[in-house]
């Protein structure tokens, strides 16, 4: 469960043995009736139950995958002072069970759900799946949430564990610098108004709310007129709504109407300043500027002033303050909620920053004093944005509605598509006047407080009736439906098509009618010999130096034409090679691949962009030195190093924080051009094509980087890792003013993914610690003993070599530390022992079978195994065969396989935390 404001939520301490579930709940049931249509609006269609619920359906036949979401009107904003992080920590509660379904999270794996989860924030909570398409699943999750809406187990038992779980949730969000630094501002600039208080609650709060409020608060909210229930993707639509009829029609209307927050924030009288001073991090600059809530009209002006702002390279916050170095980043963001909100400006600073200095240009420049006048060209170019983002929108239904769930809390699910109707209509006098009407002085918290010689309020108008704001919307933009493709392996081998190109480039392609006609392409290069191209400096700065524009196309030039072409480019560059990301349409994929040809063949590799770049990644070593993972791994490198007999210089010694920033700083911009030059090339290319493949793309390809040859460049060699025996050992770090604490058990495998093991090992370590909820780990060390919100294992088995590696990972609070590491030890030596049972095994098939077909769905995830295929020179049998060896295994072959493998004696632990220390 995750919480969508700063922190996380509450739990408690009071005695109270009740762990029946709540006899007030029961409703008197009444009869169902059919769903009365409402409303359609942008292939979305509205019902209504007679007990007030509101349902949203989005189907679409061509998806292979379904989502239910059903989204409470309840967050922060509806707790009372004690009540802090109560809508937080009810969210957890709800996957502890009720009377008919014990075990939520094992009920969910038992079907193959392995995507769900609950999100909370000051004005909604919502609990979401996602799953492959199942008439019986949707039945399953219809049933489990119309019964945990008023029969769920908010007993005393469950909230005493989980009371600690979400304690270490909101210590997590303590080790967060800009996350702290926003909730002080949030509670200075919110003086009365719950916005103020995180959506985690304070620690008080979390430790010591009595389960009677935490059942009273249950009973108040969980309600069918007080929910929206949306569904999209694939489903029958008919067999749904009679299945909705039947759940949630039976639970009953309470008479008595749901309580509304009240409290309304006065205007500001004065700048409010806060200070936060803690240990590790860089400054960061947070000014917040009251401004209306999101149904007013002025929300769309809003917006695009904060992107006029904060776009690179146009922005007026990244010229005037990052392109000169004087932060590292910079922006504006934030709109109003269900009531009125902030808008924040903030600027991340170097550490050796003139601090003053930055703060007046910061907010000299939000607030208008110096910034410079817009230009109809930079109004434009948001406007583009902002009508690709709608069409982004309506290609993906089941992203299309977690963004209206967002939005219910507000009073209605179209205002979504009133604001993309309305941000296209943003005039530069709109943007002007709202700017003058909010960024000012006496409406800004930036972390002080300082007494004004006079006092200015700024008054929030109030946002008109949704009637008035809603009459002139209209109907959304249409996108080409897509097709429905079944993600098995033998139907994807059909679709895929292998050439090789007259230049010697490989070209696999996999065809696929999407929706809106989306088309991703990923292109690989390699080259050279691993230890020679480790010795240059600044070869993984090729790639993200390339954004910066190439001879063709200045910077904004080359993201003007980006948006023009509805397209995503991304370039990422390493010793051994670079890989090119680009995503478009059909009728945009051959102008947007040219625009990536000129890009990657005539990069500007710019001194200021680098110089820029170098002072970030020295900026983010250091801020990073106090933070617990990299204090930890200081503490265990040198011991690596000596296992591995390696030493500076060799690719696979681990660097100190000072080594790796005196790398950057003997970096050198002729580095990395001279590494472009000598190495660089389409000498050994692959390119991967998935989606609404466009006419004429083997020959563009061809055209364009058939040419691209550097006889001179090293051939690429492959490394092929192995595996090198760390021995046991211990190792603490003491990370100061940190209130969450990691550990991470580590030993390396001599293992690879074609092992015969692997399938069994990858089974057995789902079981013990790869799930979710269900794994052994997380039902011991956070369901029953509540120590941690995290905790999970992993098992790395490359293709090439043996370098293979178990670890166990979790957070937990810092006097928690032995405990946390006796149980795990225990849970090893009981899963040694022991072994795991036919149950579990059958489980996690289920799960991991489920999740690679989830996969294969995704267009991402399909290009890059379409891509990994080609490199391996395997097909989709490869991957049918990868599955098969997964079900094929049996309880003994799991067993067998975590004995001879895993040692629970043989592992590096390391922990970093503020441990008291005698």
Not at 53 to 81: F, K, M
Not at 885 to 904: G, S
């Amino acid at each position: 469960m995750k919480s969508l404001r700063i922190g996380l939520a509450a739990a408690a301490l009071l005695a109270l043995a009740a762990c029946a579930p709540l006899a007030q709940q029961q409703q008197q049931v009444a009869k169902p009736e059919a769903p009365t249509a409402v409303r359609q609006l942008g292939g979305i269609e509205e019902y209504r139950l007679a007990n007030g619920l509101q349902v949203l359906l989005l189907p679409d036949a061509t998806q292979t995958t379904t989502t239910v979401n059903i989204t409470y009107r309840v967050g922060s904003r509806h707790e009372a002072p004690g009540e802090y992080g109560m809508a937080h920590l009810l969210e957890h509660m709800l996957f502890k069970g009720t009377e008919r379904q014990k075990d939520i999270p094992g009920a969910m794996a038992h079907r193959g759900v392995v995507n769900f989860n609950g999100s909370t924030t000051g004005d909604r909570t919502n609990y979401f799946a996602s799953f492959n398409a199942n008439a019986d699943t949707l039945a399953f999750l219809l049933d489990l949430e119309a019964d945990r809406m008023v029969h769920s187990r908010v007993a005393k038992v469950d909230l005493d564990t989980e009371m600690t779980v979400v304690r270490n949730e909101f210590e997590r969000g303590e080790n967060q610098p800009f996350a702290v630094l926003s909730q002080r501002v949030n509670a200075a600039a919110f003086a009365w108004h719950p916005y103020g208080h995180a959506t985690i609650g304070p620690k008080s709060d979390i430790e010591n709310v009595p389960i009677e409020k935490l059942q009273a608060f249950y009973k108040r909210y969980y309600r069918p007129d007080n929910a929206t229930l949306l569904i999209a993707g694939q489903f029958d639509k008919a067999a749904t709504l009679a299945l909705i009829a039947t759940d949630f029609g039976a639970v009953a209307k309470p008479a008595v109407p749901v309580p509304q927050p009240y409290t309304v924030e006065p205007a500001q009288d004065g700048e409010r300043t806060v200070v936060v001073r803690r240990v590790g991090g860089q400054p960061i600059l947070l000014a917040s500027y009251h401004v209306p809530a999101i149904t007013h009209p002025d929300t769309p002006a809003l917006i695009v002033y904060s992107l006029l702002m904060s776009l690179q390279p146009s922005g007026q916050l990244y010229k005037q303050l990052v392109e000169p170095k004087l932060a590292v980043a910079a922006g504006l963001g934030g709109a109003g909620g269900a009531e009125p909100g902030t808008t924040s400006a903030y600027a991340v600073l170097p550490p050796d920053a003139d601090v003053s200095k930055v703060e007046t240009l910061l907010l000299d420049l939000a607030e208008g004093r110096t910034a410079k006048p817009f230009e109809e060209s930079e109004l434009v170019r948001v406007r583009d944005i902002a009508v690709n983002s709608y069409r982004q929108q309506m290609k993906n239904p089941e992203a299309l509605i977690q963004q209206i769930s967002g939005l219910i809390a507000a009073g209605d699910w179209r205002l979504l598509f009133q604001l993309m109707e309305d941000i296209p209509k943003v005039t530069l006098a709109d943007v002007e006047r709202v700017r003058n009407a909010y960024f000012k002085p006496a409406n800004r918290t930036l972390g002080r407080y300082l007494p004004a010689s006079a006092i200015e309020r700024v008054e929030i108008p109030a946002a008109p009736s949704l009637d008035q704001r809603l009459a002139e919307l209209k109907g959304p933009p249409k996108v080409e439906e897509g097709e429905q493709l079944e993600p098995e392996p033998t139907v994807l081998e059909s679709r895929t098509s292998r050439a090789t190109l007259p230049s010697g480039i490989a070209l696999h392609t996999l065809k696929k009618q999407t929706r809106g006609n989306t088309v991703t392409l990923m292109l690989r290069l390699r080259w050279g010999e691993r230890d020679a191209t480790f010795a240059r400096n600044g070869t993984g700065m090729v790639g993200s130096l390339m954004s910066e524009g190439s001879a063709g196309y200045s910077k904004q030039q080359l993201q003007d034409a980006l948006i023009k072409l509805r397209a995503s480019l991304n370039i990422n560059s390493s010793d051994q090679g670079a890989s090119l990301f680009l995503s478009a349409e059909r009728d945009t994929l051959l102008p947007a691949l040219r625009v990536a040809a000129d890009v990657l063949r005539h990069p500007l590799l710019p001194q200021d962009a680098f110089d820029r770049e170098i002072k970030a990644g020295i900026a983010g070593i250091e801020a990073s030195r106090q933070e617990p993972g990299v204090l930890r791994q200081e503490a265990t490198r040198a011991h690596y190093n000596r296992a591995r007999g390696v030493h500076l210089g060799q690719p696979d010694y681990v660097m100190s924080a000072d080594e790796r920033i005196a790398n950057l700083k003997a970096t050198t911009l002729d580095d990395v051009k001279r590494f472009y030059a000598d190495y660089w090339s389409a000498d050994e290319v692959q390119v991967s094509v998935v989606g609404a493949l466009p006419e004429g793309l083997a020959a563009e390809i061809d055209q364009l980087f058939g040419d691209w040859k550097k006889p001179t460049a090293p051939r690429f060699v492959r490394h092929i890792p192995q595996h090198v025996d760390i021995p046991p050992a211990r190792f603490d770090a003491i990370a100061r003013d940190k209130a969450n604490a990691i550990v991470r058990l580590h030993e390396t495998l001599p293992l690879n993914s074609e092992d015969p093991d692997n399938a069994a090992l990858e089974l057995a370590v789902h079981v013990f610690g790869g799930g979710g909820l269900e794994s052994r780990l997380s039902e011991r060390v956070r369901q029953k003993e509540g120590l941690t919100y995290g905790i999970g294992a992993n098992l790395s088995a490359g293709f090439w070599g043996n370098d293979g590696g178990f670890a166990i990972q979790a957070s937990y609070a810092p006097d928690k530390r032995e405990r946390v590491i006796a149980v795990v030890r225990e849970e090893l030596a009981r899963m040694t022992a022991e072994g795991i049972t036919a149950a579990e095994l059958a489980r996690a098939k289920r799960d991991m079978l489920e999740s690679r077909k989830q996969a294969r769905t995704e267009l991402v995830s399909l290009t890059g195994t379409l891509g990994t295929l080609a490199e391996r020179a395997q097909t989709w049998a490869a991957v049918q065969k990868d599955d098969d060896d997964l079900t094929a295994v049996t309880v003994e072959q799991a067993n067998a396989a975590w004995r001879k493998h895993i040692k629970p004696d043989h592992f590096v632990i390391s922990t970093a935390g503020d441990f008291k220390t005698p």
